[in-house]
């Protein structure tokens, strides 16, 4: 059996915003726009790490606990269709500076460590919708849903029986 794991640090969004995210999300795109994220993988990626050995995991766990950063808030804004990955996102017209920090952060963590980082900019955002790759029509605007963000964690990518599951490794509290 492999020790490597398909990791990433990211926000969770709480159980009443997915709940609140998914009722929109039924009214606002017609079935055949995409496939919907399950209400509990709707997360805001900070650093994808890729496969990553056991002895790295360790490293950027230890790596992460060390980080002292206070907590920020973002109102959920802004809504886009990327049609080559297929991705409708919810996203913020104005990311906060403690968001850019932690993200910064981890993702050269990450890189230090060996994990590979995308060159392109980092652009917070939380997928909605998968297997968008037809032209989408995106709503003007969305409810504009406040984020507080008091903590991040550590998630592994699972694919049984043909569907991915995000399960949460280890979490660590941002500071007030
Ligand atoms: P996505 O939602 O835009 O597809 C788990 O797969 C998380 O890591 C998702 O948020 C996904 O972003 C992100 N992710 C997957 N592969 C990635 C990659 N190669 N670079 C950056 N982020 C990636």
């Given at each position: 059996m492999s020790s490597s794991r398909r990791?990433?640090?990211?926000?969770?969004?709480?159980?009443?915003?997915?709940?609140?995210?998914?009722?929109?999300?039924?009214?606002?795109?017609?079935?055949?726009?995409?496939?919907?994220?399950?209400a509990a993988n709707l997360h805001l990626t900070l650093a994808f790490l890729g496969d990553v050995s056991a002895q790295k995991e360790s490293a950027l766990k230890k790596l992460a606990g060390r980080i002292s950063q206070p907590g920020f808030?973002?109102?959920?804004?802004?809504?886009g269709h990327w049609p080559r990955p297929g991705v409708v996102w919810l996203g913020t017209r104005r990311a906060p500076r403690g968001l850019l920090q932690l993200a910064e952060l981890l993702r050269s963590q990450a890189a230090r460590s060996g994990?590979?980082?995308?060159?392109?900019?980092f652009?917070?955002?939380?997928?909605?919708?998968?297997?968008?790759?037809?032209?989408?029509?995106?709503?003007?605007?969305?409810?504009?849903?406040?984020?507080?963000?008091?903590?991040?964690?550590?998630?592994?990518?699972?694919?049984?029986?043909?569907?991915?599951?995000?399960?949460?490794?280890?979490?660590?509290s941002l500071t007030h």
């Open positions: 990791l990433f640090f990211a926000l969770t969004l709480p159980d009443a915003l997915q709940q609140q995210v998914i009722r929109w999300r039924a009214e606002a795109f017609a079935p055949e726009v995409g496939r919907p994220v399950a808030s973002m109102v959920l804004d802004d809504l994990c590979y980082q995308s060159p392109m900019p652009h917070p955002h939380i997928t909605l919708l998968r297997s968008a790759t037809q032209p989408v029509a995106v709503p003007p605007a969305t409810p504009g849903w406040n984020f507080s963000a008091d903590e991040f964690a550590l998630y592994q990518s699972v694919f049984e029986n043909g569907r991915t599951r995000y399960q949460m490794l280890d979490q660590w």
